[in-house]
T-cell receptor, first 112, second 115 residues
Framework: AQSVTQLDSHVSVSEGTPVLLRCNYS??????LFWYVQHPNKGLQLLLK??????LVKGINGFEAEFKKSETSFHLTKPSAHMSDAAEYFC??????????FGAGTTVTVRA | DAGVIQSPRHEVTEMGQEVTLRCKPI?????LFWYRQTMMRGLELLIY????????DSGMPEDRFSAKMPNASFSTLKIQPSEPRDSAVYFC?????????????FGEGSRLTVL
């Protein structure tokens, strides 16, 4: 079985400052890991994915995440937040049972 | 492609009524998923199909819920009879190659309120 823990339920940043969203995972298999974003009243959209290639993964809209096996972490970062980044972000793990396990989500607020 | 299309976007109904949610996946995708999202439980996988065949329905909460996929371009999720605790946003998603690819394409959801 696999699971993810998103360490922050809410993150507030000022526009132009860095964003860090933390995610720890647990998996019995070599995991595939993903970050999804959900804007208000919208469906989820894939930001980026890690599937055992490069440990630093670049995604859309300037986001990137680093897979650290020793720390069982997959934190999401962006160097400079934009107002349009205000949304809910989900860390997701896929294991050997072909199911995706979603974290509880982190709500990002961007202050002008 | 227009993406995954769900209808209705909003549904308000009374307890005991039948509710049918509809989904049109992206053409060419061979997997279809139904998820439910609530504040209390987050995102839950209800059921998924591969090539129109239900593969895993272990997430369907009880017999009041049923899902069908009569062809590659259409799926329904039915709740009969509906209860207030079924109030949630129901998402349909599709993918090519299965959940391990991770790239699910979600519809905008159907927000269900049962009074």
């Amino acid at each position: 079985a696999q699971s993810v823990t998103q360490l922050d339920s809410h993150v507030s940043v000022s526009e132009g400052t860095p964003v860090l969203l933390r995610c720890n995972y647990s998996s019995s298999y070599s995991p595939s890991l993903f970050w999804y974003v959900q804007h208000p009243n919208k469906g989820l959209q894939l930001l980026l994915k890690y599937t055992s290639a490069a440990t630093l993964v670049k995604g859309i809209n300037g986001f990137e995440a680093e897979f650290k096996k020793s720390e069982t972490s997959f934190h999401l970062t962006k160097p400079s937040a934009h107002m349009s980044d205000a949304a809910e972000y989900f860390c997701v793990v896929s294991g050997g049972d072909y199911k995706l396990s979603f974290g509880a989500g982190t709500t990002v607020t961007v202050r002008a | 492609d227009a993406g995954v299309i769900q209808s209705p976007r909003h549904e308000v109904t009374e307890m005991g009524q039948e509710v049918t949610l509809r989904c049109k996946p992206i053409s060419g995708h061979d997997y279809l998923f139904w998820y439910r999202q609530t504040m209390m439980r987050g995102l839950e996988l209800l059921i998924y199909f591969n090539n129109n065949v239900p593969i895993d329905d272990s997430g369907m909460p009880e017999d009041r819920f049923s899902a069908k996929m009569p062809n590659a371009s259409f799926s329904t999720l039915k709740i009969q009879p509906s209860e207030p605790r079924d109030s949630a946003v129901y998402f349909c998603a599709s993918s090519f190659g299965g959940p391990n690819t991770g790239e699910l394409f979600f519809g905008e959801g159907s927000r269900l309120t049962v009074l």
